[in-house]
């Protein structure tokens, strides 16, 4: 049947996508989890701690999406040159990429330095006890202020990390990650509560925890890529210079500009969006933070994805396959909806145990529960825009990626759950289910991209 041809592949496709996806499920997997511990771990010292923790990771999120973006940009053409054979194209990726992480570390210690406290209070918009917005803020504080530190390794363990998986090696980030997870997590429980003669910090020990296993991964993966020359021949000569050829500067610029601002407005967008929730409390940012943390365990399968179609479907385009990167794309799409159609449900089942973890009040834990089945019950929608995007993506379509995705968020997204948030009483869960089923639009948007190929493009082709 044409349908079955259309969106099925064999068992030889399949077993092709799932030896790349399945070391980044692995990795973002094992990540997620450790932060659903972590987040444990920092929620016994109560919804203070927890919330400040919370907040303070808003910010820090903002940095690594943007972090995320600035690779982005020139990561398109490091996959496209992979498929090319190019190996000095990948070299002038890799350097573009180092000058944007220093761009980026300046600007995100200068922000959070001079301005972190006032973004905390934007937050913290809570009626009645000032003591516990107070504990919140000196909470939140005190975890940023260390976790700047880790700014620096983060930033340049993404240049390494991401140049690796776009050349197909996606085995020894998982191992980087791995390891970084082990030590972040045995240092949460030595330092957090103060275990084995360890001193008691609490927020403090869970940000050194963290900053910890950013060197150790970033050790790893340098280490490891220079001692790899023979299996990674674009190391050699790499720092020689840090000139990007003119012509090649032009293209990334062109692709990678609109990359960038996408993903700087769209992680300022989602910060907003969750200021826009903390209207309705401390209550509300506790039990998001729960919701979020344990549906970024689940998320994690559809999220891989993403990075799969950018290196498989980037590398088909790259040699000139066109019409093949068409039919790859579609068949990943399909079975990306199918799996999140098969993990919601388990998510929503599973829902009302997760929040049973935390010390928090029961008004917080029946809220995340409900969080937890709406994003349970859009994970499908999410599943397939996410996949959208990195298809529009794969080809350099990064205008169309633009306003696909964080006009998309300010234009639509926003202004609702603005309204909704600061000039209603609408309750937090019909709020937010009206904020998520705006992604309904999106979709079908983004079906329509799809299906008509204007992400179809040979980008290194004449470079």
Same mark, same amino acid.
């Given at each position: 049947?044409?349908?079955?041809?259309?969106?099925?592949?064999?068992?030889?496709?399949?077993?092709?996508?799932?030896?790349?996806?399945?070391?980044?499920?692995?990795?973002?997997?094992?990540?997620?989890?450790?932060?659903?511990?972590?987040?444990?771990?920092?929620?016994?010292?109560?919804?203070?701690?927890?919330?400040?923790?919370?907040?303070?990771?808003?910010?820090?999120?903002?940095?690594?999406?943007?972090?995320?973006?600035?690779?982005?940009?020139?990561?398109?053409?490091?996959?496209?040159?992979?498929?090319?054979?190019?190996?000095?194209?990948?070299? !002038? =990726?890799? &350097?573009?990429?180092?000058? #944007?992480? $220093?761009? +980026?570390? %300046?600007?995100?210690?200068? @922000? /959070?330095?001079?301005?972190?406290?006032?973004?905390?209070?934007?937050?913290?918009?809570?009626?009645?006890?000032?003591?516990?917005?107070?504990?919140?803020?000196?909470?939140?504080?005190?975890?940023?202020?260390?976790?700047?530190?880790?700014?620096?390794?983060?930033?340049?363990?993404?240049?390494?990390? !991401? =140049?690796? &998986?776009?050349?197909?090696? #996606?085995? $020894?980030? +998982?191992? %980087?990650?791995?390891?970084? @997870? /082990?030590?972040?997590?045995?240092?949460?429980?030595?330092?957090?509560?103060?275990?084995?003669?360890?001193?008691?910090?609490?927020?403090?020990?869970?940000?050194?925890?963290?900053?910890?296993?950013?060197?150790?991964?970033?050790?790893?993966?340098?280490?490891?890529?220079?001692?790899?020359?023979?299996?990674?021949?674009?190391?050699?000569?790499?720092?020689?210079?840090?000139?990007?050829?003119?012509?090649?500067?032009?293209?990334?610029?062109?692709?990678?500009?609109?990359?960038?601002?996408?993903?700087?407005?769209?992680?300022?967008?989602?910060?907003?969006?969750?200021?826009?929730?903390?209207?309705?409390?401390?209550?509300?940012?506790?039990?998001?933070?729960?919701?979020?943390?344990?549906?970024?365990?689940?998320?994690?399968?559809?999220?891989?994805?993403?990075?799969?179609?950018?290196?498989?479907?980037?590398?088909?385009?790259?040699?000139?396959?066109?019409?093949?990167?068409?039919?790859?794309?579609?068949?990943?799409?399909?079975?990306?909806?199918?799996?999140?159609?098969?993990?919601?449900?388990?998510?929503?089942?599973?829902?009302?145990?997760?929040?049973?973890?935390?010390?928090?009040?029961?008004?917080?834990?029946?809220?995340?529960?409900?969080?937890?089945?709406?994003?349970?019950?859009?994970?499908?929608?999410?599943?397939?825009?996410?996949?959208?995007?990195?298809?529009?993506?794969?080809?350099?379509?990064?205008?169309?990626?633009?306003?696909?995705?964080?006009?998309?968020?300010?234009?639509?997204?926003?202004?609702?759950?603005?309204?909704?948030?600061?000039?209603?009483?609408?309750?937090?869960?019909?709020?937010?289910?009206?904020?998520?089923?705006?992604?309904?639009?999106?979709?079908?948007?983004?079906?329509?991209?799809?299906?008509?190929?204007?992400?179809?493009?040979?980008?290194?082709?004449?470079?």
């Amino acid at each position: 049947m044409k349908w079955k041809e259309k969106f099925l592949g064999d068992k030889a496709f399949y077993r092709m996508i799932l030896m790349v996806a399945i070391p980044i499920i692995v990795q973002n997997g094992i990540t997620n989890f450790v932060n659903l511990l972590d987040n444990i771990m920092v929620g016994q010292l109560g919804t203070e701690s927890m919330s400040g923790v919370s907040i303070a990771n808003q910010l820090i999120n903002v940095y690594n999406i943007c972090i995320f973006g600035g690779m982005s940009g020139a990561g398109i053409f490091t996959a496209q040159y992979f498929g090319k054979g190019d190996q000095e194209g990948i070299r !002038s =990726t890799f &350097r573009f990429k180092c000058l #944007t992480a $220093l761009i +980026m570390i %300046a600007a995100g210690l200068l @922000i /959070l330095g001079f301005g972190g406290s006032k973004l905390v209070h934007l937050f913290l918009n809570e009626e009645g006890s000032a003591a516990s917005i107070e504990i919140t803020w000196s909470e939140s504080m005190k975890y940023l202020h260390i976790m700047m530190i880790g700014l620096v390794p983060y930033a340049i363990g993404q240049v390494y990390v !991401s =140049t690796l &998986r776009e050349t197909g090696e #996606t085995m $020894l980030p +998982m191992k %980087a990650g791995i390891a970084a @997870i /082990l030590v972040n997590l045995v240092f949460n429980y030595l330092l957090i509560y103060g275990s084995f003669g360890f001193p008691r910090l609490g927020v403090e020990g869970a940000a050194i925890a963290t900053v910890l296993s950013r060197f150790v991964e970033l050790g790893i993966v340098v280490i490891w890529t220079h001692t790899h020359k023979e299996r990674m021949p674009y190391v050699e000569g790499i720092y020689r210079t840090m000139k990007v050829p003119f012509a090649l500067l032009k293209q990334i610029l062109a692709k990678g500009a609109p990359l960038m601002i996408n993903e700087v407005l769209w992680a300022s967008g989602s910060a907003t969006l969750a200021q826009c929730y903390s209207m309705r409390g401390l209550e509300a940012v506790a039990a998001i933070n729960i919701s979020y943390t344990i549906a970024n365990l689940f998320n994690v399968i559809f999220m891989s994805f993403g990075t799969v179609i950018a290196i498989v479907v980037g590398s088909q385009l790259g040699a000139g396959k066109l019409e093949e990167a068409k039919k790859t794309d579609i068949k990943i799409i399909f079975f990306v909806v199918c799996v999140c159609i098969a993990v919601g449900s388990l998510m929503a089942a599973f829902a009302p145990a997760f929040p049973r973890l935390y010390q928090t009040s029961d008004q917080v834990r029946s809220l995340a529960v409900q969080l937890i089945r709406v994003l349970a019950l859009f994970m499908p929608v999410m599943g397939f825009t996410h996949a959208s995007y990195f298809t529009m993506r794969s080809g350099g379509k990064t205008i169309i990626t633009f306003l696909f995705d964080s006009v998309f968020m300010w234009v639509i997204v926003f202004p609702v759950a603005y309204i909704l948030g600061h000039h209603t009483t609408v309750p937090l869960i019909p709020m937010y289910i009206i904020c998520q089923s705006t992604d309904l639009i999106k979709a079908v948007i983004g079906g329509v991209l799809i299906q008509k190929g204007v992400w179809i493009n040979n980008m290194v082709e004449d470079i």
